[in-house]
């Protein structure tokens, strides 16, 4: 065709290979894809019965027939225009055959073929799908019900594994930890891992151990600001021929050779001697400035080494020997106890017909694994297979992928594309690992890369290269098909200066050297007593930043967006996005929009069941259940539903029947103030009236009647974010209809469940307040906005914390095996002052493997996150302190990314550290005195401390002292504890 292009055309018509296309971001994979299946009708004489394509989303598998039914159809209307009956006739079979074409996700796909093959997969072919929360309701059931079980009446060597755990582990942990493996569920790993011997487990992990030490030196080395230090030190020492050069060749040798797995044990002790400056003569040092900075440098150095002294320390490995292989028995313990539950809940899912998810992979894989005449009829019938978005593959679909096609895996049955640098959801269990492999499996015909990018202008994609190339591995730069329109630099850099130093600012100082010294922060940004955090301070006013940074883009008459228009046309609120690594604070960026006064639409949002006014309903549902229950009738009575002052809730909690007998006696009641005993008198009449219904009412029906008495939607229309609570009410009687219509939950199962949901908090979205489609700016997750464009991205919170590491205690490692973390009683005991049940070694092993993998995850979604955009980018961060005078680097938080911006661009002069990119972004630092006024740009490299005089005229408007201050705070289930005193 004369519009593709050479990549594509190569992609679309090479046959006698099997190929794994890399196609980068914005580089029309989706077209590929598309064009490829049409080929395989067209050129192949294939019929939609014998392809399958697999998407990653319905939305995307919608998107994929649609764009082939025109395709289809376009032929169809040729061959009708050529007078070509028998190419009319095939083209319009093929129209027809293609609503039944197999074009879905991998979990449609395997419903349909455990559906079609159901006798041999022992299930029965009308079973169920749970959805996520039903899911996750019948597991937890399910092993609550069974571990009592197998404890108390099984004779099943798990049940003695289960009594060992018992003697290390609380209940209510071992209850979390098994949720936690049947997540990661991998039974044949598991029976292998519970073959071996507690000495070849200790002796497997000896050796990943002995290979992480070499990836954890290049591992800090990008991404420890103590050792970038010494990397950027040493090739100003090496210009000296003096001793200052030999310290550079000493420590750049000693480096190298920590970096090499064959390393000697005493290396980093001889590092940490070299890391020093005693000895130099004075007269070596060309000014105090180099030999401070140098002093100061290495200090910091020779503390990241202490702490970081273990990883290299495989004496470790035979003094902890004995407690190593303790680990090594109690993660069989664990194994062994998850493994009997995993069977017994495959057993009980047979008989109740219900499958989740990942039942519906690992039953597939099963079926066309161990059954060889369904595998060989489905190689038959399946000529082509065509995978999307394969970076995103787990282990169990790889097994899977690979089963149907057969020996034909390299030979031209797949075709298959992914992108290496967007493989975000490692989170869900992808191993981006399996695509890199799979691509190398091929012959050399048959990788092939897109690089063209269609989607953003060519200032932004010289950006995009210049950052990640030298820390994405295999990077194959992006070229522009467009070019960049007007002279004006299409990337920014937006830094917030907070004001001088305050309170909040030796708070934030102290976090910063609590990270420094290696210690886990207390707490990113949370609140501490009754003021907040510093880092949510920061977030306000970077969150006002952005904000007035919209206003000017949006009032700007200028015809700036081009896209892919031929004409430029002004900027419109639906142009712009907000993105976010997490959704955990957007509702700062939300107020601060609504305190600007611009629309906006929050897509999704995952923090669902932290909201409040589900706080409330569950209060309310609690005290109907029982009134005696003090602590939920005092949420219920003091929220918008029953609106009774803390001073007469403190009244009636006196009562010597508790807040339940005040509630109901008048003569008590006489104590309050006369408007109050009015409200009492009703919400005590209300709360019986409910009572009486609980029986008798549908739980939808009862929840729509307590919202009618209470007029509780009203109320909340009055709070701050009104119609977003508003829209969530709604969903949660939503939600309460669907469990009711599931025939599984009453009132008190219903309470129960969302009790449950509050306290685990999954990722279930907020309710939409205005159509998708709107002219709104848009705030959504990076991970919600794969696969999207827009013409303008914000990348907010910048420099925020990023939270990693695992919390339960046992997990399943697919490169380590199964990892235990000490009991919690032991992890808050003084060191020494107890021996420990078992080695943490293994389990510290573990988190520095997770730290190289999230790191490496950390990048590619800042990756996803820049090529999303099209026309301008702007990333935007809050100093943690005012720039001193002379000072060459930015006060930001460190996180991978801003450890990634810093060691490739100057960030407070926006120059690319590179020569060789001749690249420069635009800055501006905005005052948080000065909002209001238009910002300081320094893109010609003036420092904000020493140009005063390229501060804009305007006036400064003071910022607010509060954006909004009924937003910030946390859910409460009381919304203020009236017993706290």
């Given at each position: 065709?004369?519009?593709?292009?050479?990549?594509?055309?190569?992609?679309?018509?090479?046959?006698?290979?099997?190929?794994?296309?890399?196609?980068?971001?914005?580089?029309?994979?989706?077209?590929?894809?598309?064009?490829?299946?049409?080929?395989?009708?067209?050129?192949?004489?294939?019929?939609?019965?014998?392809?399958?394509?697999?998407?990653?989303?319905?939305?995307?598998?919608?998107?994929?027939?649609?764009?082939?039914?025109?395709?289809?159809?376009?032929?169809?209307?040729?061959?009708?225009?050529?007078?070509?009956?028998?190419?009319?006739?095939?083209?319009?079979?093929?129209?027809?055959?293609?609503?039944?074409?197999?074009?879905?996700?991998?979990?449609?796909?395997?419903?349909?073929?455990?559906?079609?093959?159901?006798?041999?997969?022992?299930?029965?072919?009308?079973?169920?799908?749970?959805?996520?929360?039903?899911?996750?309701?019948?597991?937890?059931?399910?092993?609550?019900?069974?571990?009592?079980?197998?404890?108390?009446?099984?004779?099943?060597?798990?049940?003695?594994?289960?009594?060992?755990?018992?003697?290390?582990?609380?209940?209510?942990?071992?209850?979390?930890?098994?949720?936690?493996?049947?997540?990661?569920?991998?039974?044949?790993?598991?029976?292998?891992?519970?073959?071996?011997?507690?000495?070849?487990?200790?002796?497997?992990?000896?050796?990943?151990?002995?290979?992480?030490?070499?990836?954890?030196?290049?591992?800090?080395?990008?991404?420890?600001?103590?050792?970038?230090?010494?990397?950027?030190?040493?090739?100003?020492?090496?210009?000296?021929?003096?001793?200052?050069?030999?310290?550079?060749?000493?420590?750049?040798?000693?480096?190298?050779?920590?970096?090499?797995?064959?390393?000697?044990?005493?290396?980093?002790?001889?590092?940490?001697?070299?890391?020093?400056?005693?000895?130099?003569?004075?007269?070596?040092?060309?000014?105090?400035?180099?030999?401070?900075?140098?002093?100061?440098?290495?200090?910091?150095?020779?503390?990241?080494?202490?702490?970081?002294?273990?990883?290299?320390?495989?004496?470790?490995?035979?003094?902890?020997?004995?407690?190593?292989?303790?680990?090594?028995?109690?993660?069989?313990?664990?194994?062994?106890?998850?493994?009997?539950?995993?069977?017994?809940?495959?057993?009980?899912?047979?008989?109740?017909?219900?499958?989740?998810?990942?039942?519906?992979?690992?039953?597939?894989?099963?079926?066309?694994?161990?059954?060889?005449?369904?595998?060989?009829?489905?190689?038959?019938?399946?000529?082509?297979?065509?995978?999307?978005?394969?970076?995103?593959?787990?282990?169990?679909?790889?097994?899977?992928?690979?089963?149907?096609?057969?020996?034909?895996?390299?030979?031209?049955?797949?075709?298959?594309?992914?992108?290496?640098?967007?493989?975000?959801?490692?989170?869900?269990?992808?191993?981006?690992?399996?695509?890199?492999?799979?691509?190398?499996?091929?012959?050399?015909?048959?990788?092939?890369?897109?690089?063209?990018?269609?989607?953003?202008?060519?200032?932004?994609?010289?950006?995009?290269?210049?950052?990640?190339?030298?820390?994405?591995?295999?990077?194959?730069?992006?070229?522009?098909?467009?070019?960049?329109?007007?002279?004006?630099?299409?990337?920014?850099?937006?830094?917030?200066?907070?004001?001088?130093?305050?309170?909040?600012?030796?708070?934030?100082?102290?976090?910063?050297?609590?990270?420094?010294?290696?210690?886990?922060?207390?707490?990113?940004?949370?609140?501490?007593?009754?003021?907040?955090?510093?880092?949510?301070?920061?977030?306000?006013?970077?969150?006002?930043?952005?904000?007035?940074?919209?206003?000017?883009?949006?009032?700007?008459?200028?015809?700036?967006?081009?896209?892919?228009?031929?004409?430029?046309?002004?900027?419109?609120?639906?142009?712009?996005?907000?993105?976010?690594?997490?959704?955990?604070?957007?509702?700062?960026?939300?107020?601060?929009?609504?305190?600007?006064?611009?629309?906006?639409?929050?897509?999704?949002?995952?923090?669902?069941?932290?909201?409040?006014?589900?706080?409330?309903?569950?209060?309310?549902?609690?005290?109907?259940?029982?009134?005696?229950?003090?602590?939920?009738?005092?949420?219920?009575?003091?929220?918008?539903?029953?609106?009774?002052?803390?001073?007469?809730?403190?009244?009636?909690?006196?009562?010597?029947?508790?807040?339940?007998?005040?509630?109901?006696?008048?003569?008590?009641?006489?104590?309050?103030?006369?408007?109050?005993?009015?409200?009492?008198?009703?919400?005590?009449?209300?709360?019986?009236?409910?009572?009486?219904?609980?029986?008798?009412?549908?739980?939808?029906?009862?929840?729509?009647?307590?919202?009618?008495?209470?007029?509780?939607?009203?109320?909340?229309?009055?709070?701050?974010?009104?119609?977003?609570?508003?829209?969530?009410?709604?969903?949660?009687?939503?939600?309460?209809?669907?469990?009711?219509?599931?025939?599984?939950?009453?009132?008190?199962?219903?309470?129960?469940?969302?009790?449950?949901?509050?306290?685990?908090?999954?990722?279930?979205?907020?309710?939409?307040?205005?159509?998708?489609?709107?002219?709104?700016?848009?705030?959504?997750?990076?991970?919600?906005?794969?696969?999207?464009?827009?013409?303008?991205?914000?990348?907010?919170?910048?420099?925020?914390?990023?939270?990693?590491?695992?919390?339960?205690?046992?997990?399943?490692?697919?490169?380590?095996?199964?990892?235990?973390?000490?009991?919690?009683?032991?992890?808050?005991?003084?060191?020494?002052?107890?021996?420990?049940?078992?080695?943490?070694?293994?389990?510290?092993?573990?988190?520095?493997?997770?730290?190289?993998?999230?790191?490496?995850?950390?990048?590619?979604?800042?990756?996803?996150?820049?090529?999303?955009?099209?026309?301008?980018?702007?990333?935007?961060?809050?100093?943690?302190?005012?720039?001193?005078?002379?000072?060459?680097?930015?006060?930001?938080?460190?996180?991978?990314?801003?450890?990634?911006?810093?060691?490739?661009?100057?960030?407070?002069?926006?120059?690319?550290?590179?020569?060789?990119?001749?690249?420069?972004?635009?800055?501006?630092?905005?005052?948080?005195?000065?909002?209001?006024?238009?910002?300081?740009?320094?893109?010609?490299?003036?420092?904000?401390?020493?140009?005063?005089?390229?501060?804009?005229?305007?006036?400064?408007?003071?910022?607010?002292?509060?954006?909004?201050?009924?937003?910030?705070?946390?859910?409460?289930?009381?919304?203020?504890d009236p017993f706290a005193s």
């Amino acid at each position: 065709m004369s519009g593709w292009t050479e990549q594509q055309r190569e992609a679309i018509t090479r046959r006698n290979t099997s190929v794994v296309l890399s196609a980068g971001a914005g580089c029309g994979k989706t077209f590929v894809l598309t064009q490829r299946y049409v080929s395989h009708l067209e050129s192949d004489g294939a019929t939609p019965r014998q392809i399958v394509a697999i998407t990653f989303t319905e939305r995307a598998a919608r998107e994929m027939r649609e764009r082939i039914r025109r395709e289809l159809r376009q032929r169809w209307q040729q061959s009708w225009q050529q007078n070509d009956p028998q190419a009319f006739a095939r083209w319009q079979t093929l129209l027809l055959e293609l609503e039944q074409a197999q074009i879905t996700t991998i979990h449609a796909f395997c419903s349909a073929l455990l559906r079609r093959y159901a006798i041999p997969a022992g299930l029965d072919p009308s079973f169920t799908v749970l959805d996520e929360l039903q899911a996750v309701t019948w597991q937890q059931e399910h092993i609550r019900e069974t571990l009592p079980r197998l404890l108390l009446h099984s004779q099943a060597s798990a049940a003695e594994s289960l009594r060992q755990l018992l003697h290390y582990f609380s209940y209510s942990e071992l209850l979390r930890a098994i949720e936690g493996l049947l997540a990661q569920e991998d039974c044949p790993a598991w029976e292998e891992w519970l073959r071996r011997s507690p000495e070849e487990i200790v002796e497997f992990w000896r050796e990943q151990a002995v290979h992480l030490r070499s990836l954890w030196v290049r591992h800090l080395r990008r991404t420890d600001p103590r050792w970038v230090a010494v990397e950027r030190l040493l090739p100003r020492l090496a210009v000296h021929s003096n001793s200052l050069g030999r310290l550079a060749q000493t420590l750049g040798q000693l480096l190298k050779e920590l970096s090499q797995p064959s390393a000697s044990p005493d290396t980093l002790d001889r590092l940490r001697e070299a890391a020093r400056i005693q000895g130099i003569p004075r007269k070596d040092w060309p000014d105090d400035t180099l030999k401070e900075q140098t002093k100061t440098i290495l200090a910091d150095f020779r503390e990241a080494l202490k702490r970081d002294a273990e990883t290299f320390d495989s004496q470790l490995w035979q003094t902890e020997a004995e407690g190593i292989l303790q680990a090594a028995r109690i993660s069989q313990h664990w194994l062994a106890v998850a493994l009997w539950v995993a069977k017994d809940a495959h057993r009980r899912k047979s008989q109740d017909d219900a499958l989740s998810f990942q039942d519906l992979l690992l039953r597939c894989r099963d079926l066309v694994r161990d059954h060889p005449n369904i595998r060989k009829e489905l190689q038959d019938q399946y000529r082509f297979l065509l995978l999307d978005e394969l970076q995103d593959t787990d282990p169990v679909q790889m097994e899977l992928i690979k089963c149907l096609c057969g020996d034909q895996l390299t030979s031209g049955k797949l075709f298959a594309v992914g992108d290496h640098k967007q493989s975000i959801y490692r989170f869900r269990g992808a191993e981006v690992e399996l695509f890199l492999q799979l691509r190398q499996q091929m012959p050399p015909e048959g990788r092939l890369d897109l690089t063209r990018n269609f989607r953003s202008q060519a200032g932004v994609l010289h950006f995009v290269n210049a950052l990640f190339r030298q820390h994405l591995s295999e990077y194959v730069p992006l070229e522009a098909h467009r070019r960049t329109e007007g002279s004006e630099v299409p990337v920014e850099f937006l830094w917030v200066v907070p004001a001088v130093a305050d309170q909040a600012e030796g708070k934030a100082e102290s976090k910063e050297q609590e990270e420094e010294a290696g210690k886990k922060p207390s707490e990113e940004g949370e609140e501490d007593g009754e003021h907040e955090g510093p880092a949510r301070q920061r977030r306000r006013l970077e969150a006002a930043a952005v904000a007035q940074r919209i206003q000017e883009l949006l009032a700007d008459p200028t015809p700036r967006l081009w896209g892919r228009d031929t004409q430029p046309r002004r900027l419109r609120p639906r142009d712009i996005v907000l993105l976010f690594r997490a959704m955990t604070h957007v509702d700062i960026y939300e107020a601060a929009l609504q305190e600007a006064g611009i629309d906006y639409y929050l897509v999704g949002g995952w923090a669902f069941f932290a909201q409040q006014e589900i706080y409330d309903i569950l209060n309310v549902v609690r005290a109907i259940e029982n009134p005696h229950d003090s602590i939920p009738l005092a949420g219920a009575l003091r929220s918008p539903l029953l609106q009774v002052s803390d001073d007469s809730l403190a009244i009636l909690a006196q009562h010597r029947d508790g807040l339940w007998g005040g509630l109901r006696d008048a003569a008590w009641q006489q104590q309050l103030p006369a408007a109050e005993q009015e409200v009492v008198r009703r919400a005590a009449r209300l709360l019986q009236q409910w009572q009486r219904q609980k029986d008798r009412l549908p739980l939808a029906r009862l929840l729509g009647q307590i919202v009618a008495d209470t007029a509780y939607d009203a109320a909340l229309q009055f709070e701050p974010l009104g119609e977003r609570k508003l829209a969530n009410l709604w969903k949660i009687l939503d939600l309460a209809r669907e469990f009711e219509q599931g025939g599984l939950f009453g009132l008190h199962e219903f309470a129960d469940r969302l009790q449950d949901l509050i306290a685990r908090q999954p990722k279930e979205e907020q309710a939409a307040t205005v159509p998708e489609e709107a002219d709104v700016v848009r705030l959504m997750s990076i991970h919600q906005a794969k696969g999207l464009e827009f013409p303008v991205v914000f990348l907010p919170d910048l420099a925020g914390a990023r939270r990693s590491g695992w919390t339960a205690p046992v997990r399943w490692h697919r490169t380590l095996g199964c990892l235990v973390q000490l009991p919690s009683e032991w992890k808050m005991l003084p060191e020494g002052q107890e021996t420990l049940p078992f080695s943490p070694l293994p389990c510290q092993l573990g988190q520095k493997w997770d730290a190289l993998a999230d790191t490496e995850e950390e990048w590619r979604i800042f990756y996803v996150a820049c090529t999303r955009a099209a026309d301008r980018l702007i990333l935007s961060a809050a100093l943690q302190r005012p720039l001193e005078p002379h000072e060459s680097t930015l006060p930001l938080q460190h996180n991978p990314w801003t450890l990634l911006l810093e060691d490739r661009f100057d960030l407070i002069h926006g120059v690319c550290r590179d020569p060789a990119e001749s690249l420069q972004v635009r800055v501006r630092f905005v005052e948080a005195r000065q909002l209001t006024a238009s910002p300081l740009d320094i893109t010609a490299g003036t420092h904000p401390n020493s140009a005063t005089e390229a501060r804009s005229e305007i006036p400064a408007r003071g910022m607010p002292a509060e954006i909004n201050p009924n937003v910030a705070t946390e859910p409460n289930p009381l919304r203020t504890d009236p017993f706290a005193s």
